[in-house]
């Protein structure tokens, strides 16, 4: 399968890897030019728990010199997906599919939006990993890869796709309702993203105190409410239980966006509590705890930007 990646950082790289590591001809694409410039000159490192290897890559600044891609997967944060998917459309013929397993609500929309006639998947996945430097990640963490149809006629390819995946050792599943895969790891996010960010605390922390479980009760109840009047059919019968038992889970993880604000990077903030509150508005639910974590979450990239 000829394959791109767009947005080959610590997710777009290993997900390249593993790709290209069962024969399938693979590009990285990433505006970061040290990182492109390691890649083709060393192949990209990854720090494994089993140890170091070295994966032979091709990757390049932009899609200039690729053509027409059978599966082309995004892996920009998403406030990049617009920018990366327009400029990307050298890649997309009628029988390309695109896939996004980047966090949040919007993505899908906004390359459905971009790439009118494509097919169009979104998934979630529990790997995890980070960028060490150029041309170096680290596996941070393994775990299933759950995708299904966002929209066109997918329905033969999204099982290919998830078989190739699995065939080069990303285990992955389809499943026929992928708005509730999608809501689900929300509502997981709403809860602990932007609180570990602002208290700059790990994952774990957030159960300890009385003040912080009735913060994460208090977004977690306003995404809850949104996604059950957009019929939404959640998958867990108790949310704030689930969203304590993944912070107890992943005790000792410091949460992406807690991450991006150490990095005086930009948080994915406007697709995870910021969608919540997108998606109150068009159904008539006021959704004032996430405006706030919003707003604050904005509040401190853009003093630390000016700073
Ligand atoms: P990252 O910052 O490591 O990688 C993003 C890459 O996109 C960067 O290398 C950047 O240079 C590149 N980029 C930016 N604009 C571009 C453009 N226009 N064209 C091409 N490349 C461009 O981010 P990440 O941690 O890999 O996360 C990517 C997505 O996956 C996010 O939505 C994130 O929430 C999600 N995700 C991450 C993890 C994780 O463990 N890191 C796990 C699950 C999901």
Redesign the pocket.
């Known amino acids: 399968m000829k394959i791109a990646v767009?947005?080959?950082?610590?997710?777009?790289s290993l997900f390249g890897a593993y790709l290209a590591g069962g024969g399938h001809q693979v590009a990285l694409?990433?505006?970061?030019r040290e990182?492109v410039e390691m890649i083709n000159k060393q192949g990209l490192r990854i720090e494994e728990k089993s140890g170091e290897k070295i994966v032979s890559l091709t990757a390049e600044k932009?899609t200039r010199n690729l053509g027409a891609q059978d599966l082309v997967i995004i892996?920009?944060?998403?406030y990049?997906t617009a920018?990366?998917v327009n400029?990307?459309r050298n890649l997309f013929t009628e029988s390309t599919v695109i896939l996004t397993?980047?966090?949040?609500l919007g993505?899908a929309e906004i390359i459905a939006d971009t790439v009118r006639n494509a097919t169009v998947l979104a998934g979630?996945?529990?790997?995890?990993?980070?960028?060490l430097g150029p041309g170096y990640i680290r596996h941070?963490?393994v775990g299933e890869t759950i995708i299904g149809i966002y929209k066109g006629a997918g329905d033969r390819r999204v099982h290919d796709i998830a078989d190739t995946f699995t065939n080069c050792g990303i285990k992955t599943r389809v499943v026929d309702d992928i708005a509730s895969q999608l809501w689900g790891k929300l509502l997981i996010n709403i809860g602990i993203n932007p609180l570990t960010a602002l208290l700059n605390v790990t994952n774990g922390r957030l159960v300890e105190y009385d003040a912080t479980c009735a913060l994460m009760q208090m977004l977690v109840s306003e995404g809850e409410a949104v996604a059950r009047a957009g019929g939404i059919n959640i998958p867990y019968a108790d949310v704030l239980e689930k969203v304590k038992q993944v912070a107890v889970a992943t005790g000792t993880n410091r949460s992406?966006m807690l991450q991006d604000l150490d990095k005086g990077g930009r948080t994915?903030i406007d697709?995870i509590n910021g969608a919540v509150v997108r998606e109150g508005a068009k159904l008539g639910i006021s959704t004032p705890y996430n405006e706030m974590v919003t707003q604050l979450i904005k509040a401190v990239e853009a003093i630390r930007e000016f700073n």
């Open positions: 767009i947005g080959a950082g610590a997710m777009g694409v990433d505006v970061w990182h932009d892996f920009v944060k998403s990049n920018d990366a400029t990307a397993l980047q966090n949040g993505n979630t996945t529990a790997h995890g990993a980070t960028v941070a963490g992406s994915e697709f």
